[in-house]
């Protein structure tokens, strides 16, 4: 994502707390909240294969994810008329375009999110969730260069993001709404390609749970060195429930959707993301999230739960 991309994005994550929300309560006392959305990744799609044409591909994008991933399916609806989106679509047949979903879903999030009507760089974000539940203008109120979190990280597992993300000299100076904009857009190429997974050959999609995986990472990251050296930006995105409320959704979500792309786990990301994931599940790192939103996470077999 290129900060100078914003003139030209459609982003909005309307954090409207009402369809999709996690009841205030929900976060202060024992009452559970799970992230889950509708997903049929073994509805069949063979005859949308078959009827292929590479100028229907829009086309195609919507019928597949409207029997597979209704969510999918809205945002392309969403973005039918970005001049852009066509260039991140691989035409040439269906596996092909199939492959290419995960970058295109996770570009035309930013697309979406980053849209000028929606969001402002630094001041509010705005995500697209899935079809029923958005983030508007969640304040975030600067933050600092997130290339701070990278004395946190001392291994090598997630270093070919770190280069990019972390070391680059302009990327590396975004700060939190760099942080949750690739991961809500990691958070949304990462089903785009596990419900068509079966028809991925290649290696177009196959850093797509490592990217949902390491932009979690970064963000529970960035709240560490917020709370430790940044007291007073710390002190402001605390006060924010909104935030609050984006940061646990983003959390569960990322845990549903590792755990319903996990029979894909080897066509879809490296051997790092098991130990990826357990470093997000450290207990620091946990400590930070259940801190920040006020909820207390599940670490067993429902992590996409509060408990």
């Known amino acids: 994502m290129r900060r100078n991309r914003i003139t030209v994005l459609t982003a909005c994550l309307v954090l409207s707390l009402s369809p999709f929300a996690v009841p205030a309560a929900a976060q202060e006392t024992a009452a559970p909240f799970c992230y889950e959305e509708p997903v049929q990744p ?14 229907k591909w829009l086309q195609t994008i919507q019928a597949v994810y409207q029997r597979r991933w209704p969510s999918g399916e809205a945002l392309a609806i969403a973005q039918a008329k970005d001049k852009y989106f066509s260039q991140f679509v691989n035409k040439t047949s269906f596996n092909a375009l199939a492959e290419s979903l995960m970058v295109a879903i996770h570009e035309e999030t930013h697309m979406w999110d980053l849209d000028p009507s929606r969001t402002s760089w630094d001041v509010h974000v705005s995500a697209w969730i899935d079809a029923s539940r958005k983030a508007m203008k969640v304040p975030i109120h600067g933050g600092f260069p997130r ?31 760099g942080v949750v904009a690739e991961l809500n857009a990691g958070l949304m190429g990462l089903p785009a390609a596990t419900v068509v997974a079966e028809y991925i050959q290649g290696v177009g ?13 970064y963000l529970q990251l960035y709240l560490r060195v917020a709370k430790t050296k940044h007291p007073d930006y710390w002190a402001k995105i605390k006060a924010q429930p909104d935030l609050r409320q984006f940061v646990l959704i983003e959390f569960l979500r990322t845990a549903y959707w590792l755990d319903q792309s996990a029979p894909h786990a080897a066509k879809l990301g490296s051997a ?10 450290a207990p620091e790192n946990i400590a930070i999230i259940e801190e920040f939103t006020g909820a207390k ?11």
């Open 42 to 55: 073994k509805a069949d799609v063979s005859d949308i294969k078959a009827g292929f044409q590479s100028t």
């Open 147 to 177: 290339r701070e979190i990278l004395p946190l990280i001392t291994d090598d597992l997630t270093r070919s993001m770190d280069d990019i993300y972390l070391r680059d000299q302009q990327q590396g100076s975004y700060r939190m709404q």
């Open 205 to 217: 999609a196959s850093n797509s749970r490592d990217i949902a995986a390491t932009n979690l990472r």
């Open 272 to 281: 790092d993301v098991a130990k990826i994931v357990a470093k997000n599940y």
């Open 297 to 307: 996470v599940n670490t067993g077999t429902a992590r996409n739960c509060t408990v």
